[in-house]
Nanobody, 128 residues
Framework: QVQLVESGGGSVQAGGSLRLSCAAS????????MGWFRRAPGNEREGVAGIDSDGNTNYANSVKGRFTVSKDNAGITLYLQMNNLKPEDTAIYYCAAATPLRITTIQDLGVPGLFGYWGQGAQVTVSS
């Protein structure tokens, strides 16, 4: 079992920045592939950024160059630094964890169905 708790969401104007954090507890050692996903109103959940057990990262094309995913050395806290935010980034952002057994390519980090544990979500609202 893995428990995930997001924090750091909020409201910001376009061009601003926010940093999301995700505190992980429980069986983090065997679920050390982590990712950020988001769901905007009327849309399906989509992958934003992910990091595997070796520290390799993957980003959605829409956020490349603006968002940075990282985790602390203990692998217990996951971060998402979001810069130059746009109104289309408005969504509920979810942190998720997966076992490396299910993440066989870097692109797998963007597939929601491969992640078995999810946080409750954090709202990010970007106004124009």
């Amino acid at each position: 079992q893995v428990q995930l708790v997001e924090s750091g969401g909020g409201s910001v104007q376009a061009g601003g920045s926010l940093r999301l954090s995700c505190a992980a507890s429980g069986d983090t050692h065997s679920h050390n592939c982590m990712g950020w996903f988001r769901r905007a109103p009327g849309n399906e959940r989509e992958g934003v950024a992910g990091i595997d057990s070796d520290g390799n990262t993957n980003y959605a094309n829409s956020v490349k160059g603006r968002f940075t995913v990282s985790k602390d050395n203990a692998g217990i806290t996951l971060y998402l630094q979001m810069n130059n935010l746009k109104p289309e980034d408005t969504a509920i952002y979810y942190c998720a964890a997966a076992t490396p057994l299910r993440i066989t390519t870097i692109q797998d980090l963007g597939v929601p169905g491969l992640f078995g544990y999810w946080g409750q979500g954090a709202q990010v609202t970007v106004s124009s």
